[in-house]
């Protein structure tokens, strides 16, 4: 009983002493008064180890024979109490504090509770100021933290946590996780910074970071992250899906709110999954497949179902190739090619045909190229100029006007009975 009732008495004084800066009232002086010891019974004095200082006993007076279930449950109510505005309540089952150095101490089961958020922690070391003011925490073991902010709570859970508040700033190692309304980022560590108004303003994460967010998922080595305006930016094998469509490149920029584009360069590649390839309308499903675009630069607006490619822009399709200095890319409903938009220097491979032009355009639903700018179509040996050509996908048929000239070989067979009958 001595030893529980040391470790509430030590609890209880650094909630009165060390966090509380309100005057006791009348009313607390009244509640108080019924668990003062008795003034009739003999007093015994019990030398208890101090943690502070082994060599020095720190002395507790026990009225013999006293009982002190009044007092272990005033203690207990005084924890469940709410917090005042302005106080910093710390709790634990052991306590080491040394008020002159203004440094305290606690393990298993701690928490602290403040106006600016809640933490729990297996083990805690703190330092504050003269005035009672949190500067500095470290918390080791099971670290859970939550903050408020005006779009709400944010959790931080971590295996090990500094937090600088004159710094307005906060790091956490090991299996370190945010979560929010917004979604939800893990990574290895983590260094975040707040304003003067304690809300989040950057996170920087640092290894293996994922985020998950409103139907996404994004991971890369590294993450800087704009918490007062959504933007993200990942580098390092970097790569970011909406489940159907996969965005990767070296450094991926996107926003986690409102905005649902987002941008990778360089070297990026858009994987368009069920595509049903640039196929015409009324093929038998399982047809098509996936589309791959690689460009230097390439942007991808979601909401927006369009991807824009500059320079070196390759597509491949299972049936079609494609090269061109820009491209831009319509998706319709259920993730199918829409429009395709080529320009500057566009080559297009397709079966035993090669088209050449300076822009080109591709309707999916009929399969149709149309090809201008100095077009020609080479098909087997035989080429075709003209101002505009025109040509299908699934047929042989193929439109040039005006200006329009063809120049036919005959095959060797016919080359051959053609030189015989000569």
């Known amino acids: 009983m001595s030893g529980r009732f040391s470790r509430i008495l030590l609890c209880g004084a650094l909630f009165l002493s060390a966090c509380s800066k309100r005057e006791r009232s009348a009313e607390d002086e009244a509640e108080w008064a019924e668990i003062q010891p008795l003034a009739t019974a003999t007093n015994v004095v019990v030398s208890v180890p ?23 449950q005033r203690l207990e109510e005084m924890e469940a109490l709410a917090r005042a505005p302005g106080e910093t309540v710390v709790t634990g089952e052991h306590l080491v504090l040394d008020y002159e150095e203004h440094f305290v101490r606690m393990d298993r089961d701690v928490v602290v509770l403040d106006d600016r958020g809640k933490l729990k922690a297996d083990w805690l070391e703190g330092r504050f100021s003269a005035s009672n003011e949190v500067e500095h925490i470290e918390a080791k073991g099971h670290v859970w933290m939550a903050v408020q902010h005006p779009e709400g709570e944010v959790q931080l859970t971590g295996d090990h946590l500094e937090l600088d508040r004159d710094g307005r700033t906060i790091r956490m190692d090991r299996d370190v996780v945010v979560t929010d309304a917004r979604g939800e980022l893990r990574t290895d560590r983590l260094t975040g910074h707040f304003s003067v108004s304690n809300e989040v303003e950057t996170i920087e994460a640092r290894g293996h970071v994922r985020m998950e967010s409103d139907g996404r998922t ?9 918490y007062q305006t959504g933007f993200v930016q990942m580098e390092g094998r970097a790569s970011a899906s909406d489940g159907a469509n996969r965005l990767s490149g070296e450094r991926i920029q996107l926003w986690v709110q409102g ?8 070297n990026a590649l858009l994987e368009i999954s069920d595509t049903g390839g640039m196929s015409m309308e009324g093929l038998p499903s399982g047809s098509g497949g996936s589309t791959e675009i690689r460009s230097d630069r390439l942007a991808y607006d979601e909401s927006k179902a369009l991807a824009e490619a500059d320079g070196n822009v390759r597509v491949r399709d299972p049936r079609v190739a494609m090269n061109c200095g820009t491209l831009r890319l319509h998706l319709k409903e259920g993730n199918e090619i829409d429009w395709i938009e080529a320009e500057s220097g566009v080559i297009i491979q397709l079966d035993d045909r090669k088209a050449l032009a300076d822009r080109a355009r591709y309707y999916a639903d009929e399969g149709r190229f149309v090809l201008d700018g100095e077009p020609k179509l080479k098909m087997g040996r035989n080429i075709m100029t003209g101002d505009r050509i025109t040509f299908w996908q699934e047929t042989r048929r193929m439109v040039c006007e005006p200006n329009a000239r063809v120049l036919l070989y005959p095959d060797e067979e016919t080359k051959a009975k053609f030189l015989k009958d000569l």
């Not at 994004?218 to 704009?226: L, P, Q, R, S, T």
């Open 50 to 72: 101090d943690p502070v200082s082994k060599d020095q006993p720190r002395h507790i007076v026990q009225s013999e024979g006293e009982d002190y279930a009044p007092l272990v």
């Open 259 to 266: 905005n649902r584009r987002m941008v990778c360069e360089p």
């Open 218 to 226: 994004a991971v890369a080595e590294k993450a800087d992250y704009n």
